[in-house]
């Protein structure tokens, strides 16, 4: 069976506020029910770990009970102080009949239906597999202010989320991770650094973290666009 931790825990500072990323208010919904409504339309999910910041727990949850339901249960978590942290507290409830789990950043609230399907889909095969999207820019490799050198962009892509694995495989790169006093910025890094093949899924350009106060501005206006046109066609 398949699970998916939703990892919604960061403060995005970057973003600016008081509120914790996740938890702003985006179009009138909380920044996380963007991925919630997208995951209610993929099939194989059948379970859900909300991680958020653990003084916003008690607010989701209420949040959670009087919104409509969704096609799978939603457990939540409280989170670390970085991703890997969050992301191995929810591994920690994960149950033996999830065999596939997906990790998600709450901060890309755009991703498809047909994204997570066509990772899971690969995760089944390989047993791991990441959205990513190759690099248009020419990539630097810089240390302390100075190009050491340049990246072959024909090679070079950029991680986004979903990123999926056996659970048993991610189980173990996140324990390897903690035994071994590493800290990796995505689930990806964890399994590499375990010798598991990850194989990369074609991601998609709407598929864009929400860090800066600008990429707020495109969120608002990306999501004013499809409703303008939802209505059009309707």
Known sequence: MVGVIVAAAGQGIRLGGEQPKALRDLGGRPLYWYTLATLAAVREVRFVWLVVPPA???NVVETLAAAPGF???VE???GGKERQDSVSRAMEVVPAEATIVAVHDAARPFASPRLFESCLAAARI???AIAAVPAADTVKLVVAGVVRQTLDRTTT???QTPQVAR?????AAMRQAHEAGLRFTDEAGALEHCGYPVHVVRGEETNRKLTTPEDWEWAE????RTRRSFHRDS
């Open 126 to 128: 390989h047993g791991a």
């Open 71 to 73: 096609p799978f249960s």
């Open 56 to 58: 916003a727990e008690k």
């Open 76 to 78: 939540v978590v409280g």
């Open 221 to 224: 206006w990306l999501l004013e």
């Open 167 to 171: 659970a048993d495989w991610l189980r």
């Open 157 to 159: 892509w950029l991680a």
